[in-house]
């Protein structure tokens, strides 16, 4: 079983920066895939960001150029949020797709952008 844990939301002004991480524990041998997803008030659930094996990236559209997602560690894998926007307020979730395992993911972590 896989156990995943998210942190560093909180509460930042428009403009601001956060760093959210991503840390997987359980009997892991490899984890090829990590997103992150989020979800708005009132809004469904949205994929933010992906990284497969070392550096393979992508993003949506909206974070593009703001966001970057990067693997810290073995299994952890961080989201630097740059430029927040209230828009950008949500609940923000990490899902690992470790080997031999089902996708796991997290409680989330509460990002709330002021304007």
């Known amino acids: 079983q896989v156990h995943v844990v998210e942190s560093g939301g909180g509460i930042v002004q428009a403009g601001g920066s956060l760093r959210l991480s991503c840390a997987a524990s359980g009997n892991i041998y490899d984890i090829p895939s990590v997103g992150w997803y989020r979800q708005g008030p009132g809004k469904q659930r949205e994929l933010v960001a992906n990284?497969?094996?070392?550096?393979?990236t992508t993003y949506a559209d909206s974070v593009k150029g703001r966001f970057t997602i990067s693997r810290d560690g073995k299994n952890t894998v961080s989201l630097q949020m740059n430029d927040l926007q209230p828009e950008d307020t949500a609940v923000y979730y990490c899902t690992v797709d470790a080997y031999g395992f089902p996708p796991a993911w997290g409680q989330g972590t509460q990002v709330t952008v002021s304007s």
């Open positions: 990284i497969v094996a070392v550096d393979i």
